[in-house]
């Protein structure tokens, strides 16, 4: 089995920055691409930034210059910086990732439980 465990959400102030983490674990023989995601209430789940295992980064138009999505391969682990943050950032966000398995040959997606940020004054 695979988990992906996302960490670092709180409350911040309008203008203020968090860093996400999502860690993966468990019978991991590759992990490729990373991301994150978001769902406020009443939305739909949309697309933060996504990581390839080499480091091409893409954004959704809304995040750029304000979000950095990074990645340590050895610790299966993706960030996501976010500064200049507003109350429009407010969300669940979750992680999400491709995983290879001990045993398999196929790619499989797994997502994490997510973590709520909160942007209010």
């Known amino acids: 089995q695979v988990q992906l465990v996302e960490s670092g959400g709180g409350l911040v102030q309008p203008g203020g920055s968090l860093r996400l983490s999502c860690a993966a674990s468990g019978s991991i023989f590759r992990v490729n691409d990373m991301g994150w995601y978001r769902q406020a209430p009443g939305k739909q789940r949309e697309l933060v930034a996504t990581i390839t295992r080499g480091g091409i980064t893409n954004y959704s138009d809304s995040m750029k210059g304000r979000f950095t999505i990074s990645r340590d391969n050895a610790k299966n682990t993706v960030y996501l910086q976010m500064n200049s943050l507003n109350p429009e950032d407010t969300a669940v966000y979750h992680c999400?990732?491709?995983?290879?398995?001990?045993?398999?040959?196929?790619?499989?997606?797994?997502w994490g439980q997510g973590t709520q940020v909160t942007v209010s004054s």
């Open positions: 999400n990732a491709g995983v290879r398995r001990w045993g398999s040959m196929n790619e499989a997606a797994y």
